[in-house]
């Protein structure tokens, strides 16, 4: 079966990318500052804004802004690049990425927000540290100090507040309604050629009781952009029986 196309839109996206099988792909110092050189390069040659960022040691967080929809391009680019590097210093072959990255298209101003400091804290919550200020591979960090590859974030939206703002923000509590919000994620579809992006979620166009007004959502949601298979799947029910209230 053919691989789905991946639909992009220029804006802003949370990337997160592991290794196979969740193994570390940073095992270094070297591995780290490699990996940050890339993203020099993917920041330059695709013309991308990098909010913020975190390189744990089996996967990384990006958040990052496009002003085309390349980000399908950048990633391939930055992803293959590291892995060749990888393979050769360590000798090994095969895949060095658990599948292509991951992709939440940031659809709010809060939503930025949430996300900034969902990267800025996971070295906190993966107890690898503990203070916010003392991991060395994550954007506040670089930007404290003003270390080496702080020029990564020019043009970062992350300025808009004081670095003592920053820091106070990204070290206060995150509520689970706020990660709620992160992990849901718009859906980018492409119809009739058109680009367009699903804010609202399948389940808003049901009642709790789904028999209630049933067709007439059906036919909402189909309009909206949500595929027949889709709504299929949301209701229990066969395709046929979706492709018969539709018509």
Known sequence: MPRRERIS?????????????????FLDSDDFEQFLILLKSVKKEFDIVVHSFCLMTNHYHILLETKEDNISLAMKYLNSHYAIYFNKKYKRTGHLWQGRFHSDYLYADNHFWYVAKYIEQNPIKAKMVKEIHHYKYQSFFQWKYQCEYSYLLEGSKIFDMTLLEYQNYISSDMDSDILDII??????????G??????KRLNTFFHEDKSINRNNNIKKAYEYGYTKSEIANFLALSSTAISKILD
């Not at 839109?9 to 792909?25: I, L, P, Q, S, T």
């Not at 849901?184 to 492409?190: D, L």
């Not at 058109?194 to 804010?199: D, F, G, N, Q, T």
């Open 9 to 25: 839109h220029a804006g802003c996206y949370h990337v997160v990318c592991r290794g196979v099988e969740r193994r570390n792909v």
């Open 183 to 192: 992990y849901t994620a718009p859906k980018i579809i492409n119809k009739n």
């Open 194 to 199: 058109e680009i367009k992006i699903l804010y």
